[in-house]
């Protein structure tokens, strides 16, 4: 946690210690997922989702998530293959 800014860990119980909670509060940029990952993520799960089905499920507009597959896609992280309708994402693993 430290490594990434997050604050420390903490630490709560009762006076009978019969129960202990531990929050571990993350730095906030430690959280974010960019929509690019997001696309890659859902569409390595379900490749015949349509762009608009993907945006639906990460909460961005379509032509937002249109955008960012295009990208996607030119820098060679995504391909799709098929017809417009019918067709299938394949998500290209980094190395």
Not at 75 to 83: E, F, N, S, T
Request: negative net charge; charged residues 25%.
């Amino acid at each position: 946690m430290e490594e990434n800014g997050s604050p420390s860990p903490e630490f709560e119980t009762d006076d009978d210690r019969s129960y202990f909670l531990i929050c571990l509060p993350a730095h906030e940029d430690a959280m974010v997922v960019k929509t690019p990952d997001r696309i890659l993520h859902v569409l390595s799960e379900n490749p015949r989702m349509t762009l608009a089905e993907v945006a639906e499920i990460i909460g961005k507009s379509v032509s937002a998530v249109e955008r960012a597959s295009a990208n996607l896609v030119n820098k060679g992280h995504l391909k799709y293959i098929g017809p417009q309708k019918g067709g299938y994402w394949v998500v290209k693993e980094e190395s």
